[in-house]
């Protein structure tokens, strides 16, 4: 691989947590969690006889911990490539949830399934959305790490999701600008859920340990736009780069950066001030601005591989305007792409419509109703659909994601596998870096780079199983 390849072709991965509720009619609690997930997941175990399984697509569906269904897009290495393959989760887990209301009233039970793409639920627990960034073996997480943690504490701002969040560990409640900064408590850390870093180094880049590295990343919020989820993913490519590439960065490494998160999110201004290790100070919002502007220089010399110069170009103007908004506090500029920006004006509405304090309870429920992910149900997908809220996809680029792998990586080579055993219903065993065919006799190979889209391996497991196709039984 050459070295304009390390730094600019990446593969990139999203993880996405749905909260899930299930309701009578009047809207009352009809199922717990537990409950409605097994009927979710219903189809899924007939067919599979998991939970757990890698689809056609090559992305990954489960039942996570604490009954969140949960959707892992397959190895990405373009953004718009992956903004079409993380939404694609969305329609893939709405339909079974209309799955799951049809067997309900067939068991004489009824009731209505919600699933939120969201990072929050009523009683406080928090789930994730989490980013997998591949980098290369040479990179020191730890150090990284600390590098990046300016970055990642103040880019809430830019992309966050917004809510309005309880009073917590002495931090008032009230409008907040990220779901997700109350559950983080550490910067860099191995752990996950006791001690919720923001970026976890455990050692699992699902690729050739000695030439690669997965930055896992949870401090960021679940997206509704697509325009919030490119600023999110686009400007850490752009910071990744400019990290890996030795790009000239001013220091802005913070004394105690976990420390400030909570202050970030609950100041729109970005006038939260940071205590740099040399003891000067900087604003977070001063912070966000010298990363973009460090970008953008960037950007006029970075190599044109993985996602295109011109798609970047455009994370860019996004991100500009968004500091400049926050600069101004005039966010008539991207008030139809930031998730925050979005939902607070239209709480705002609300609230000067009908009088409502911020702790109103019809209040909470317009902010939970907004990550809905059903169309013509949702608000977000509601405002979507009359363009109110600007996309970066087109429903021809989530359709096809929903059935065909990324083409540009190894998910390529999962998906074709994964494809043809379905339609074979030959007995395969995957994960990231396996493919199994399990009769008659075992046989598997493992594919230890995430770039590869060809492999005779593949073909010849793929023939094995159609000289075999007599002795498998469909599902």
């Known amino acids: 691989m050459t070295a304009p390849e390390v730094f600019t072709r990446r593969i990139v991965g999203l993880e996405t947590e749905y909260g899930i509720t299930c309701t009578s009619q009047d809207g009352s609690r009809r199922l717990g969690p537990e409950e409605i997930a097994r ?24 039942l996570d911990v604490g009954a969140h269904p949960e959707y892992a897009t397959a ?10 393959a993380d939404r694609s989760g969305d329609r893939i ?17 009824g009731g209505r399934v919600y699933l939120f793409r969201n990072n929050v639920d009523s009683a406080g627990n928090s789930y994730g959305c989490h980013e997998n960034y591949l980098v290369g073996r040479s990179v020191v997480l730890k150090k990284l790490g600390t590098q990046l943690l300016p970055f990642l504490i103040t880019r809430q701002l830019i992309c966050g999701a917004g809510t309005i969040a309880r009073a917590a560990s002495g931090y008032k409640g009230g409008w907040v600008v990220s779901q997700r900064a109350d559950h ?49 993913v686009g400007s850490m490519l752009l910071v990744l780069e400019m990290f890996e590439a030795g790009f000239d960065l001013p220091d802005m490494q913070l ?41 953008e220089f960037w950007l006029k010399e970075r190599p044109d591989t993985g996602t295109p110069n011109e798609v ?17 506090q005039d966010f ?38 907004y990550h809905d992910i059903r169309p013509g149900r949702g608000l977000f997908p509601v405002l979507e659909a009359k363009g109110l809220a600007k996309r970066w996809t087109t429903e021809a680029a989530v359709e096809e994601a929903r059935t065909l792998a990324p083409q540009t990586t190894r998910a ?38 995430p770039f590869n889209t060809v492999d005779d391996r593949v073909d010849e497991l793929i023939a094995y199983m159609e000289e075999n196709q007599g002795s498998y039984r469909k599902h």
């Open 332 to 369: 008539s500029e991207v008030d139809q792409e930031i998730d925050w920006v979005i939902k607070r004006k239209l709480l705002q509405r609300y609230q000067d419509k009908l009088g409502l304090s911020l702790d109103d309870p019809k209040l909470a429920q317009i902010d939970l109703t």
């Open 39 to 62: 009927y979710l997941f219903r189809p899924v175990v007939e067919k599979h006889s998991s939970s757990n399984i890698f689809l056609p697509n090559s992305s990954r569906l489960y």
């Open 184 to 232: 983080v408590w550490e910067g860099v850390s191995s752990a996950t859920t006791r001690a919720r870093p923001m970026i976890n180094t455990r050692d699992e880049p699902h690729a050739d340990s000695e030439r690669y590295r997965r930055m896992h990343v949870i401090v960021g919020d679940s997206n509704m736009s697509e325009a919030s989820t490119a600023l999110k």
């Open 412 to 449: 390529a080579l999962r998906g074709k596998f994964l494809t043809r055993a379905d339609e074979l219903g030959a007995p395969v065993v995957v994960d990231w870096m396996r493919l199994k065919i399990e009769q008659p006799e075992a046989r598997s190979i493992q594919l230890d780079d």
């Open 93 to 109: 887990f709405d339909d079974l949830a209309q799955k799951a209301e049809r067997a309900l009233v067939d068991e004489g039970i």
């Open 255 to 295: 004394r105690n950066p976990s420390a400030h998160v909570r202050d970030i999110a609950r100041d729109q201004t970005g006038n939260t001030l940071l205590e740099k290790v040399d003891g000067s100070t900087v604003t977070a919002l001063e912070v966000q601005q010298t990363f973009c502007e460090a970008a």
């Open 312 to 328: 970047l170009q455009q994370v860019i103007d996004l991100w500009k305007r968004m500091l400049r908004a926050i600069h101004t």
């Open 75 to 84: 190895e990405c290495d373009n953004l718009l490539q992956l903004l079409a």
